[in-house]
């Protein structure tokens, strides 16, 4: 069984602290998706990352997939209460569209005031 | 467009009775999935269709469990008997392209 494991499992910081949680593998991912869950929500899309070695910014979040694209990692710069929440990582191990993808168990993330 | 809907957000039943889920995907998209949520295994991936054809219904947990899409804009996923196992938020997701839309769940607790 394929599996993605993220760490760390939960996490605790204050405001302002920069922070990276990890996600990895020992399968190759034709691409990764990193998603974040809102307690009562369904998770929603924050990026994909195609190319190994790839680097996204959205805002204060740097995605990053591994070069082997076995592994990726989410770093936050100075974060604030409102990035609290379930961090998963997701992979497609077969390029296409509509394909089922492999999940993370998740990083649950607190950023306190 | 509205996103994912699902009914009903919450529902409470009892050992043995019969449990539907519904959802409804976004407009367009091909694909849906139906997923099974709880902390002890995260998000467990039960079935999925693809242009209305199940796909892959390999997670689907037994047989009573079962899922349907009688046309692109509609499914439903079934418990009969539930028992107090099946107690998870259960999620509906359409795709476009590969990337999955999420509607906001269901929660069940099967007393």
């Known amino acids: 069984t394929q599996l993605l494991e993220q760490s760390p499992q939960f996490l605790s910081i204050q405001e302002g602290e920069n922070l990276t949680v990890y996600c990895n593998s020992s399968s190759v991912f034709s691409s990764l998706q990193w998603y974040r869950q809102e307690p009562g929500e369904g998770p929603v899309l924050l990026v994909t990352?195609?190319?190994g070695g790839e680097v996204k910014k959205l805002k204060r979040l740097t995605f990053q997939f591994g070069d082997a694209r076995k592994d990726s990692s989410l770093h936050i710069t100075a974060a604030q209460p409102g990035d609290t929440g379930l961090y998963l990582c997701?992979?497609?191990?077969?390029?296409?569209?509509?394909?089922?993808?492999?999940w993370g168990l998740g990083t649950s993330l607190a950023v306190n005031p | 467009d509205a996103g994912v809907i699902q009914s009903p957000r919450h529902e409470v039943t009892e050992m043995g009775q019969e449990v539907t889920l519904r959802c409804k995907p976004i407009s367009g998209h091909n694909s849906l999935f139906w997923y099974r949520q709880t902390m002890m295994r995260g998000l467990e991936l039960l079935i999925y269709f693809n242009n209305n054809v199940p796909i892959d219904d390999s997670g689907m947990p037994e047989d009573r469990f079962s899922a349907k899409m009688p046309n692109a804009s509609f499914s439903t996923l079934k418990i009969q008997p539930s028992e107090p196992r099946d107690s998870a938020v259960y999620f509906c997701?359409?795709?476009?392209?590969?990337?999955?839309?999420f509607g906001p769940g269901t929660r069940l607790t099967v007393l």
């Open positions: 990352v195609v190319t």
């Open positions: 997701a992979g497609d191990l077969n390029a296409g569209n509509n394909r089922k993808l492999i």
């Open positions: 997701a359409s795709s476009f392209i590969g990337l999955q839309y």
